[in-house]
Nanobody, 117 residues
Framework: QVQLVESGGGLVQYGGSLRLSCVFSGSIFSAYIMGWYRRAPGKQRELIAEITSGGRTNYGDFVEGRFTISRDNPKNTVYLEMNRLKPEDTAVYYC???????????WGQGTQVTVSS
């Protein structure tokens, strides 16, 4: 059973930076596409970024170069580097793992990011 554990969230000031981590266990990490999503209060969950095992990335339109996804396959970990944070980035950030569109996705429990103005 795949398990995902996020960490690195917290309170940060406007313009600050955070790095989120998601540790994967329970299966072969390199077989999975990994992603970061977020859900802000009153809004739907949205894609931030995804990364394949080979390092190909896909970002949500709002990212505008502020966020970077990366993965360390030997460490079974995916990261999200977030810079120039804004109050509207306040949300619960979730890690996602899936093999392909026909596979069930796995989700972490989420980590809260709060950006103060």
């Amino acid at each position: 059973q795949v398990q995902l554990v996020e960490s690195g969230g917290g309170l940060v000031q406007y313009g600050g930076s955070l790095r989120l981590s998601c540790v994967f266990s329970g299966s072969i990490f390199s077989a999975y596409i990994m992603g970061w999503y977020r859900r802000a209060p009153g809004k739907q969950r949205e894609l931030i970024a995804e990364i394949t095992s080979g390092g190909r990335t896909n970002y949500g339109d709002f990212v505008e170069g502020r966020f970077t996804i990366s993965r360390d396959n030997p460490k079974n970990t995916v990261y999200l580097e977030m810079n120039r944070l804004k109050p509207e980035d306040t949300a619960v950030y979730y890690c996602k793992a899936y093999i392909d569109a026909f596979d069930r996705p796995y989700w972490g429990q989420g980590t809260q990011v709060t950006v103060s103005s």
